[in-house]
C-alpha cells in the first residue's frame, strides 16, 4: 500500500476530514511561562489558577498596547446552553451579542499593526478575563476546555514540556458545572517533554470543564496539550437498507 493510501484510509484522518459523521478532533494546547514552586497553576496565558466564568455574558476584547485596537479577534467557547459557540469582536470595539458562559480559545483574525498583537490581547466575560493571546503569539495558549452539551470528550493523549530539567507534578483535572475537581491523571515528570497515550481513553461527559495544572520545584516554563476525539451522544447514522 502507497503511503498516500495509507493516510486515505487512516481512521484518524478521515476524523479530521470529517468523514466520520457525529465525530471531530479537538487539539487544546497551553503554555505557562512562569509555573511556581509554591503554588499550583493553569497551563495557560495567565499566571494564576484559571478563573471560571460563573454568569454568562456578553464578551469584550481589549489589549494593553493600543496598537491593536482597530484589530479583530474570534472568540470560541459555549454559550448559555453548553453549545459550540463563537463571535469576531474588534479589539477595543463595543461588547458583542452573544452570551457566553465558556471561552477555551481566541484568535487574531486581521492585526492592525504588522502581523500580529503588540501586546497581551484579554477576552473579558463577567468581569474575569476568559482568555490572553500574549504578546505576538496571535492565538490563545490555554490547556483547558469545556465539553458541549450532548457530546462525550475521550482523551486520547497528553503532552507535557519542560524548559528546565526540574521536578514537575501535573494534574488532569475535570469538573461538572459547581461540582468538585477530580483528577484523572497525576504525573510526575522531570525536563524535557513527556507524553502519554491512552490505549483506553479517558470519557468526559457533557459539561465538564477539562483542565491541566502545574507545579515546579523550581520556577519553570511548562507547554502542554491533550488530544480529544468529541462525539456526538446517541448519535445515529443513517443507512441504506
Not at 487544546?28 to 497553576?41: D, H, I, Q, R, T
Request: some cysteine; hydrophobic content about 35%; overall charge negative.
Amino acid at each position: 500500500m502507497s503511503y498516500l493510501k495509507h493516510i486515505e484510509y487512516n481512521e484518524g484522518v478521515n476524523i479530521s476530514r470529517g468523514l466520520v459523521r457525529g465525530t471531530y478532533p479537538v487539539n487544546k494546547y497551553g503554555y505557562n511561562p512562569s509555573v511556581p514552586s509554591n503554588a499550583e497553576e493553569t497551563v495557560w496565558d495567565g499566571s494564576n489558577l484559571y478563573t471560571y466564568i460563573s454568569t454568562p455574558g456578553i464578551a469584550q476584547v481589549s489589549s494593553d498596547d493600543s496598537d491593536d485596537n482597530g484589530g479583530t479577534v474570534l472568540v470560541e467557547g459555549l454559550d448559555a446552553d453548553y453549545n459550540l459557540a463563537e463571535e469576531t469582536l474588534t479589539i477595543g470595539g463595543p461588547a458583542g451579542t452573544v452570551l457566553f458562559w465558556r471561552v477555551f480559545r481566541a484568535r487574531l483574525e486581521t492585526a492592525n499593526t504588522g502581523t500580529t498583537n503588540q501586546g497581551d490581547v484579554t477576552v473579558t466575560v463577567d468581569s474575569k478575563s476568559a482568555a490572553i493571546i500574549s504578546e505576538g503569539r496571535g492565538q490563545t495558549l490555554m490547556a483547558l476546555y469545556s465539553v458541549p452539551a450532548n457530546h462525550s470528550a475521550y482523551i486520547m493523549q497528553l503532552d507535557i514540556g519542560s524548559q528546565k530539567d526540574v521536578e514537575n507534578e501535573i494534574s488532569l483535572v475535570v469538573k461538572n458545572g459547581a461540582d468538585v475537581w477530580q483528577t484523572k491523571e497525576f504525573l510526575s515528570v522531570r525536563g524535557g517533554l513527556s507524553v502519554k497515550e491512552y490505549t483506553l481513553p479517558i470519557r468526559v461527559p457533557e459539561k465538564y470543564d477539562i483542565e491541566v495544572r502545574a507545579r515546579s520545584s523550581a520556577t519553570s516554563a511548562i507547554s502542554c496539550g491533550f488530544e480529544l476525539l468529541l462525539v456526538q451522544d446517541n448519535f445515529v447514522e443513517s443507512r441504506r437498507s
